[in-house]
């Protein structure tokens, strides 16, 4: 998910049962002609065990945290690794590609997973290795 998408999350778009969470507005959607808004994402084990520590709040909002609170923190947290020239937003790249070569997922299923409406979008986020395409070439 964008970080946008993560921080506007409400517990009303949380389904832990469907194991689903409902992004009511993407970056695009104000864009499109066809007037559909949103999006569900499915939700990960890890990403339902980290849902269910947390505290509800009144708010009704999964995080309270603001934008410029997480961009301190992940560069924080990459300097302590000594990670340089990464950003919060590199992290949909990762995801993306990982999922393609971690193998199983059909196009489609990553697009569903990654909220790229495109072929042409979802291609940009790939960066497939080599070195894991040469292995699977054996």
């Known amino acids: 998910m964008r970080q946008g998408e993560l921080l ?8 832990l049962v469907r194991k689903v969470a409902r992004v009511e507005e993407s970056k695009n959607d104000h864009r499109r002609r066809d007037r ?13 065990t980290v849902l269910k520590s ?3 709040n009144l708010s009704g909002m ?8 997480v961009v301190h923190a992940f560069q924080r947290a990459c300097k302590r690794t000594g990670i340089e020239g ?6 949909r790249h990762e995801a993306t590609s990982r999922l393609f070569e971690r193998g199983g997922w059909g196009v489609m ?11 042409a979008m ?5 960066h497939l290795r080599a070195e894991d395409l040469a292995a699977k070439l054996g």
Not at 8 to 15: K, P, T, V
Not at 86 to 91: A, I, N, T, V
């Open 8 to 15: 506007a999350l409400e517990w009303r778009n949380i389904d």
């Open 36 to 48: 559909t808004q949103g999006r569900d994402v499915p939700l990960s084990s890890g990403a339902i």
């Open 54 to 56: 947390l505290p509800r």
């Open 62 to 69: 999964v995080s309270d945290i603001g934008t410029m609170a």
């Open 86 to 91: 990464l950003r919060f937003h590199d992290l």
């Open 109 to 119: 299923e990553v697009a569903a997973i990654t909220g790229h409406k495109t072929l």
């Open 122 to 126: 979802l291609k940009r986020y790939t």
